[in-house]
């Protein structure tokens, strides 16, 4: 394994919203940093249309990050696609950042890992992934033109991949197990408004079932005719995300009872040197936005840049 002898001011975990806004203002803040992500942007290029950044009426999550990412390059730092194994802090207080072929040393860390798809960890939900269960509209939706479709959840994630989904396929069945769905009113409106879409209420997927692909949902309770399963030819999972922490609990951080890092008002956590930013943090009151991940990673470089002048 290769060591730079060089010690950064920062290195940047996650290059998703956070992480790349940190790099952006590390860059004014003139910290020489590096920043990992293997997929720039992660979940957000997923987001068929963004429409509640300021400024911007409508763009999708792939242009958006390839916007940020631009900007980052343009400051002359390059992301590094590369996974982080290990980060420890050594005994004059450096951490070391180690990938799988090269080790770097930096003087902070920003914590920026994103969240990734919670499973339901039913029967058949592994089994038939990528043959009918997806977690991803905007990757598969035209896969499913003129076919009829599930879609489990009942939050914003859920509604908005339901009515994605009405560009392509033929009915949209979206199964909750409330009675009163959690999304935005803007959502709700345009769901009460679609002729493609069937909500049903009150009821949990128990099975997914099929032969070589998704064929059917098994429910635990019968429909107004009686059937206990939906026929159906694909079902998007969309029941929230999970914090990715596993680094940050190797390196001492404290989560919460729900695995988010818990960070004080200027992002940082219990490890000195250390700070976190977007969804995976119990900042900004846990509003899983775009616009308040940007703002975490912002806030955290400043909070960096301070450090960095005591």
């Known amino acids: 394994m290769e060591a730079e002898s060089k010690i950064y001011?920062?290195?940047?975990?996650?290059a998703g919203a956070a992480g790349l806004t940190a790099s952006?203002?590390?860059s004014r803040y003139k910290l020489d940093h590096l920043i990992f992500g293997v997929e720039p942007g992660g979940q957000v290029n997923e987001i068929h249309s963004l429409e509640n950044w300021p400024?911007?009426?409508?763009i999708s999550g792939r242009d958006f990050i390839g916007n940020i990412v631009e900007q980052v390059n343009n400051f002359g730092v390059q992301i590094k696609g590369e996974s982080i194994s290990t980060i420890a802090k050594n005994d004059d207080g450096i951490f070391e950042v180690e990938t799988g072929k090269d080790k770097y040393q930096a003087k902070a860390i920003i914590m920026a890992m994103g969240s990734s798809y919670k499973k339901m960890n039913i029967p058949g939900e592994k089994e038939f992934t990528g043959k009918g269960v997806s977690y991803c509209a905007t990757c598969d939706a035209m896969f499913f033109r003129n076919k009829v479709v599930s879609v489990i959840g009942g939050g914003n994630s859920a509604v908005v991949v339901a009515l994605e989904l009405t560009d392509f396929a033929s009915k949209v069945y979206l199964v909750y197990r409330g009675e009163k769905l959690k999304a935005d009113p803007v959502w709700l409106d345009k769901l009460a408004v679609n002729p493609k879409i069937e909500v049903i209420r009150e009821t949990n997927v128990i099975e997914i079932k099929g032969d070589i692909k998704v064929e059917k949902l098994i429910l635990d309770k019968p429909l107004s005719d009686d059937k206990t399963f939906l026929v159906t030819d694909g079902v998007f999972i969309e029941i929230g995300s999970e914090p990715g922490v596993e680094l940050a609990?190797?390196?001492?951080v404290e989560t919460d009872e729900q695995n988010f890092i818990k960070v004080d008002v200027n992002q940082s956590t219990n490890v000195a040197g250390v700070f976190a930013a977007g969804d995976i943090t119990t900042g900004s009151n846990k509003f899983r936005q775009i616009i308040t991940a940007a703002a975490e990673g912002a806030l955290a470089a400043n909070s960096v840049y301070k450090k960095s002048k005591l």
Request: net charge positive; aromatic share 6%; hydrophobic share 60%.
């Open 9 to 14: 001011d920062l290195v940047i975990v996650g």
């Open 55 to 58: 400024g911007i009426i409508a």
């Open 249 to 252: 609990r190797k390196l001492g």
């Open 24 to 26: 952006v203002y590390a």
